[in-house]
Structures are given as C-alpha cells and as structure tokens.
C-alpha cells in the first residue's frame, strides 16, 4: 500500500508517464501477482532482501512539477 501511494506521489511530482522498471518485496504476494503487476506496469519480485522500487535513473534529470507545492518542499 505504501508503495502504491509513493508511485502516485512520483507520478504527481515527475509526470504520469513515469513507472517503476521492478518493484521488490520482502513478502510473499497478499493478492494475486498479476494485480501488482497491473497496479505498477513493472516487473515484481517476492521474497527479496529489501523492499524497493527500481526507477531509471534519468528520471532523476526531471524538473519537479511546480503545481503540486506541497510535494515539491516534502522532496
């Protein structure tokens, strides 16, 4: 659920277009794998040392979306 939340919150700061390339859990899947795999359009991986989203690192060259204030002092 937080990783949900912190993919909306990327998305609102970088733009809609961006997607994680994998997401990692440390857990096995609490809902069917092909849900996740829909939800964050990547690949998904279970039982994983760490929890964690794998973004392209060119994402980091993008200018933060201005319109969400709030965001953009969180960041």
């Given at each position: 659920m937080a990783?949900?939340?912190a993919c909306q919150s990327?998305?609102?700061l970088a733009g809609g277009d961006i997607r994680p390339h994998q997401v990692h859990?440390?857990?096995a899947p609490l809902s069917p794998p092909q849900r996740y795999r829909?939800?964050?359009?990547a690949e998904v991986f279970w039982g994983q040392k760490c929890d964690c989203?794998?973004?392209?690192?060119?994402?980091?060259l993008r200018?933060?979306?201005a319109s969400s204030a709030s965001?953009?002092?969180y960041f």
């Open positions: 990783f949900g939340a990327f998305k609102e859990f440390c857990h829909e939800y964050f359009e989203l794998i973004f392209d690192a060119e994402l980091l200018p933060l979306n965001l953009v002092k």
